[in-house]
């Protein structure tokens, strides 16, 4: 019972939590505008957010880098963008997807969504791994091609990922814009009733699976999954240290297992599996080697003596 | 270049030429883009437009 309470305090997940609470806070602190159902129309909505975080949100103090993405190059003068590119490259070479984990407001909602009980949860499924390949299908189709070559006769493409798939969208701008603005909700549509169908979907589908809008859609997810192996922050495994005991990817979520890829794309930084390491095998590299000792206090985990052998198993 | 890939050096290159490429992007004036859809309702972003 009580090492069962042990591993339960180990593996608390509110620090972080609390860190994805205050960031969505404080880039969504425009409080005004969700009473007046008006949007932030100051300096800073020329900086864009390391999230994904929709700019028509009443609340926004920044912009949502997918939507500035794909606003840059469906212009009719700018057909690259340096500016998005180089900061979602900044960004990603720095902490990679650790954005994810600590600085999405929409991972937040997806983490508390997944902490409602239900009878069965699904870890995975058959085409899991295949499905995680569509955002970056997303990415490619949604966000650069269509805008950069589906234009009008003024050369401009629309942002088609927010227009036609984005929940984001849907629930930090849509949603409170209409309720709280007349002349919107008399021009709602189609377009707003697809929207909030695939938002309810992927609200009920957070629920039983983990972050699936991360898993399978977000193209943002996609672009920082490309830096996992190269940021600046990233996680490493001391293989002297490592017993291969498994529990690192029995924890993760997100189904990486550490010991294989510990900078694995898929890898959100929610720092579980470094927590969970009976050995403090796994440590993020901007650790000293000394700080890392001493972030992994072992004492109350059990510690295997020998790495697990068939032999051994048995 | 697998070594580099590994190494601290090729975060923070990257990082250099992200910060490089912002300032491009600014001197070329894309965030006026970006300001101007960001204070705007985006009508298609939100489903009605």
């Known amino acids: 019972m009580d090492k069962k309470k042990n591993k339960n305090k180990k593996l608390n997940e509110w620090p972080r939590h609390r860190v994805q609470i205050l960031w969505a806070l404080l880039t969504n602190s425009y409080l005004i505008g969700f009473a007046r159902g008006k949007i932030y129309t100051g300096k800073l909505k020329n900086l864009c957010l390391p999230g994904i975080n929709c700019y028509s949100c009443p609340g926004a103090l920044g912009s949502c880098p997918v939507g500035a993405l794909q606003a840059v190059i469906g212009s009719w003068n700018f057909k690259f963008t340096f500016y998005v590119a180089g900061f979602l490259m900044f960004v990603g070479a720095l902490m990679g997807r650790f954005v994810c984990g600590f600085l999405c407001p929409f991972g937040l909602i997806q983490d508390l969504l997944y902490k409602i009980p239900v009878p069965k949860k699904i870890k995975t499924f058959r085409g899991d791994r295949l499905l995680r390949r569509l955002k970056y299908v997303f990415l490619l189709v949604f966000v650069i091609l269509l805008p950069l070559f589906l234009v009008d006769i003024l050369g401009q493409g629309a942002p088609y990922f927010c227009k036609l798939i984005c929940p984001v969208g849907t629930l930090e701008g849509s949603v409170p814009l209409v309720l709280l603005n007349q002349s919107m909700r008399n021009a709602v549509g189609w377009l707003y009733a697809w929207k909030n169908v695939l938002l309810i979907a992927l609200i009920i589908l957070s629920v039983i699976l983990y972050r699936p809008f991360c898993k399978y859609i977000c193209p943002l997810g996609a672009i920082y999954s490309a830096f996992n192996s190269v940021a600046i922050f990233r996680y490493q495994v001391n293989p002297e240290k490592c017993t291969h005991c498994g529990a690192c990817a029995k924890v993760c979520k997100m189904q990486v297992n550490p010991e294989k890829q510990i900078n694995s794309p898929e890898c959100i930084r929610c720092g579980q599996c470094k927590k969970i390491c009976p050995t403090g095998a796994i440590t993020s590299k901007l650790h000293t080697p000394s700080a890392s000792h001493g972030a992994h206090d072992n004492s109350e985990a059990p510690l295997p003596q020998q790495p697990r052998t068939p032999e051994n198993d048995s | ?49």
């Not at chain 2, 070329?28 to 009508?43: Q, S």
Request: glycine share 14%; aromatic share 6%; proline share 0%.
């Open chain 2, 1 to 49: 270049m697998k070594q580099f890939l590994r190494s601290r050096a090729a975060g923070i290159s990257l990082a250099a030429l992200g910060l490089l490429m912002m300032g491009i992007g600014i001197f070329r004036g894309e965030m006026t883009v970006v300001f101007t859809k960001a204070i705007n309702i985006c009508l298609e972003c939100i489903g009605i437009g």
